[in-house]
């Protein structure tokens, strides 16, 4: 079991590392070169919505000093718009420039074409069980930190297929 669990530890990293470049290469064949792929994710995250920073660090799981770095290269860039919330001035909410967009419908446009490709390799009931398995993992992981199986479910951001 030791084995297997550090296995999967190992992977779970490498993949992470894969996708980004993937993403990577979509860019460079775009020819896309003011904005790295970890901050193209977080637009993709965004997408049609308005954030704080903080709802953007829980919505993604990136560390909070990453986001507002990153958030600020952004915005510099010309892909967020950020305005302090009227309500609470300290807060800041982001939101797409048509920029953005573009670059956040050409993930999505990746995404359809793995999307048609990728039944060919895994069928879905494979991807639906690796998912589970993979929040179970979560679960335990927070379990560990201390926290109980409700704050599991928050921290699970579910996509609409």
Do not use: C
């Amino acid at each position: 079991m030791k084995q297997t669990y550090l296995s999967t530890i190992v992977l779970l990293e490498r993949m992470h590392r894969q996708f980004l470049e993937v993403i990577k290469s979509e860019l460079e064949a775009h020819d896309i070169r003011d904005i790295n792929n970890v901050q193209s994710l977080i637009l993709y995250n965004i997408g049609g919505d308005e954030l704080t920073v903080g709802e953007l660090t829980l919505r993604g799981y990136y560390l909070g000093s990453n986001v507002s770095y990153n958030v600020k290269k952004m915005t510099e860039h010309g892909y967020l718009h950020q305005e302090r919330s009227s309500h609470d001035r300290r807060s800041v909410r982001v939101r797409l420039t048509e920029k953005g967009l573009e670059l956040s419908r050409l993930l999505e446009t990746m995404f359809e074409r793995h999307v048609e490709t990728i039944a060919d390799n895994i069928d879905e009931e494979k991807l639906d069980e690796a998912n589970a398995a993979l929040r179970d993992v979560e679960r335990f992981w927070l379990q560990q930190l201390g926290f109980g199986p409700r704050v599991a479910e928050f921290f699970r951001v579910e996509t609409a297929a």
